[in-house]
Structures are given as C-alpha cells and as structure tokens.
Nanobody
Framework: QVQLVESGGGLVQAGGSLRLSCAAS????????MAWFRQAPGKEREFVAR???????LYADSVKGRFTISRDNAKNTVYLQMNSLKPEDTAVYYC?????WGQGTQVTVSA
C-alpha cells in the first residue's frame, strides 16, 4: 500500500513563494514518475508538473518558468518549488505516484 503525504501549503501574497513536499511510503520512488496536479474550486483536476526517475521534467504551460519540480529518491520525497505565485494558482495541490494520490494541500494566493 502506497501512502503519499503532501505538506507545505498555505496562504501567500501574489508574487510570493511556497515549497510543497510529498513524502511517499510503501514503495520506493526511484523507479516511478512522480507528478503534481491541482484542483481549483469548481474546476477539474489539472496537471502541473512531473519528474521521471532520471530527473527529466515536464511542466504545464501555465507554470513553466515559475515552478520547479524535483525529487530526492533517498528520502522518497518529491518537491514543488513555486515562485512568482498568482491568484490563479490557488488550488488544492495533489501529488501522484502510479495511480495513487495524496490527500492534498491547500495553496491560497491573495491578490
């Protein structure tokens, strides 16, 4: 059984930064693609970023140049560094591994 626990969300002003973490247990991360998704109120869940086992990254156009995904396989943890945050980044952020999902962490960006 895989468990994913996100942390690091909060309230921040526009232009600020937050760093999200996702700690995995029950499976070694190193062989899997890890991804971040988000879901804003009244909207569908959308892809944000992913990182392969080798460190190759992919970003949604809406966050490219502002967000950075990284992983620490030794700690079984994936991170999402979010800079230059905008009000439209407000959402619950979820990490995902091989079909498993965490409980999500709320990110709220005030104007």
């Amino acid at each position: 059984q895989v468990q994913l626990v996100e942390s690091g969300g909060g309230l921040v002003q526009a232009g600020g930064s937050l760093r999200l973490s996702c700690a995995a247990s029950g499976r070694t991360l190193s062989s899997y693609i890890m991804a971040w998704f988000r879901q804003a109120p009244g909207k569908e869940r959308e892809f944000v970023a992913r990182v392969s086992w080798s460190g190759t990254t992919l970003y949604a156009d809406s966050v490219k140049g502002r967000f950075t995904i990284s992983r620490d396989n030794a700690k079984n943890t994936v991170y999402l560094q979010m800079n230059s945050l905008k009000p439209e980044d407000t959402a619950v952020y979820y990490c995902s591994l091989s079909g498993y999902w965490g409980q999500g962490t709320q990110v709220t960006v005030s104007a």
